[in-house]
């Protein structure tokens, strides 16, 4: 387990003598010194409060994912106030989720090299203030940046979060019932974001922003006293190399999605899919060169790492891309209020998340593996039973289905932040959630432009959301059939 160790100047008064300084720094400046100032006159450890450390990183948790999921059933009034045309809507959904995917490996990074509390009050705070800077914005330009910085401060929060809940619980029955509190914060904030959204814009939509922006700061102000650092530093410098590349290749990939709709074959959408290979590449040439590259590659040769990317990946592709567009798909074709479709992604989050508090008891019988795999195939289950609902403007006609992938979803929410910390070394847990989470936000902003894409492609909208949900489908069931066959070699 990683020990406690200071390095914030807001850290209680007895924390712990500071540790070395990294190669290639001097202990005069910035951190360090201040580091070592404090440790000067205090030697006691300080314990973890585990449950004061779960509330607080839970709370943090569900504000960021009710951030991240406002947008889903606010985007035709949002659109509307901005001028936002359909095709750019999509950057409207995915600013968040491109900011996450760009910043969450470099945020663990940084993290466990610099301490993970400290990070977690930067990416709080920061929630806050961008959260508000898009309840101002004019544009859709400006709305979108405020919208990528709100992705950049979540990616702190998500990275740090896990790592301080493995600081605070050992490993055994008490982390298992953490993180699956955790991941069933991370279904919560799905469930009340639309809601909350919804009741708050019947005013004006950058109300609900605005409220948010508040909730955030709250957090920022109880975490100070309810969390207590801990680092495990590598040595050498934070990757930003590293960090930046992998951000741009994700930037490029949801660009070519977002213009692919208008026509695959145009230079611009072939351009933008080169850059985003080429930049994976040379991501990967750099990670190799790194002292403390933001992913250690080797990871990639564990196959219970490679089963928690691959779900995290899918999830984000199949089933938060999927339920991401759909309030917007039921009121455009149905007529549908922006609190009617509130509702019925609560129906399905609120699903969620009670399977993903009650998960926990599978433990014993059934690994986070095969949760992953039975949550997808729930999934692609429920999305067959809804096909023709819109279509036939029947929303009841959702509701099994909405019960059914919420219960999937929730089992897919329970195990991978369990399965993200157990497939890395102990000392890396925030780098393994990092990589969790890049990956499951990377699949969110591709997958949501490829379901506006084919949502839109024919011009008829009932049609295309019976596209969008088979395609949904079918990536459900790739992802099962692949997180099955991931899996540790005995012997």
Known sequence: MPRSAPGDPTAPATAPPPPAPAPGTTPDTGTAHRTA??????????A????????????????????????????????????????????????????????????????DDHGRRRVFLWGT?????????????????????????????????????????????????????????WGACVSGGIAVGPLAAGAITAADWRWAYAALGAASLLVTAFAPRALTESRTPRGGRTDLAGALTLGLAATALVAALTLGRDGWLRAPVGALLLAAVLLTAVFVAVERRAAAPVLDLGLLRRP????????????????????SYLPALL???????????????????????????????????ISARHQ?????????????????????????????????????SGLLNAALPLLAVESVP???????????????????????ALMIAVATASGDLAHGADVAMAVSAGLAVVAAA????????RG
């Open 426 to 448: 102990a000392d890396r847990a925030a780098m393994g959630s990092g990589a969790g989470n890049t990956a499951r936000y990377i699949g969110s902003a591709a997958g949501v």
């Open 304 to 323: 219970l790492f490679l089963a928690s990317s691959t779900g995290a990946l899918f999830t984000g592709f199949s089933v938060i891309a999927l339920f």
């Open 37 to 46: 100032h404090h440790g000067a006159h205090h030697g006691a450890e300080i």
């Open 48 to 111: 973890p409060r585990p449950a004061a450390t779960l509330a607080v990183t839970s709370a943090a948790t569900s504000v960021a994912l009710m951030t991240y999921t406002a947008p889903a059933v606010i985007l035709p009034d949002t659109a509307a106030s901005l001028g936002t045309s359909l095709t750019a809507q999509a950057w409207l959904l995915n600013g968040t989720p491109l900011g996450l995917a760009a910043f969450l490996l470099a945020a663990g990074s940084v993290a």
């Open 331 to 365: 009121q455009h074709t149905i007529g549908m209020s922006a609190m009617g479709a509130a509702w019925l992604i609560f129906l399905w989050s609120g699903a969620s998340f009670a399977v993903a508090l009650q998960a926990r008891r599978l433990g014993g019988r």
């Open 372 to 408: 992953l795999a039975l949550g997808f195939a729930l999934h692609a289950v429920a999305v067959l039973t809804m096909l023709g609902a819109v279509s036939s403007g029947s929303w009841p006609r959702l509701l099994p289905g909405l019960v059914i992938s919420g219960a999937g």
């Open 482 to 489: 692949g997180v099955l066959l991931l899996r540790e070699r």
């Open 125 to 181: 705070a920061g929630l806050g203030v961008t959260t508000a800077l898009g309840a101002l914005a004019q544009t859709t330009l400006l709305f979108t940046l405020a919208r990528v910085a709100q992705g950049a401060a979540s990616a702190a929060i998500l990275a740090t979060s896990l790592g301080l809940l493995v600081h605070a619980f050992p490993a055994g029955h008490g982390r298992v019932r953490a993180t699956g509190i």
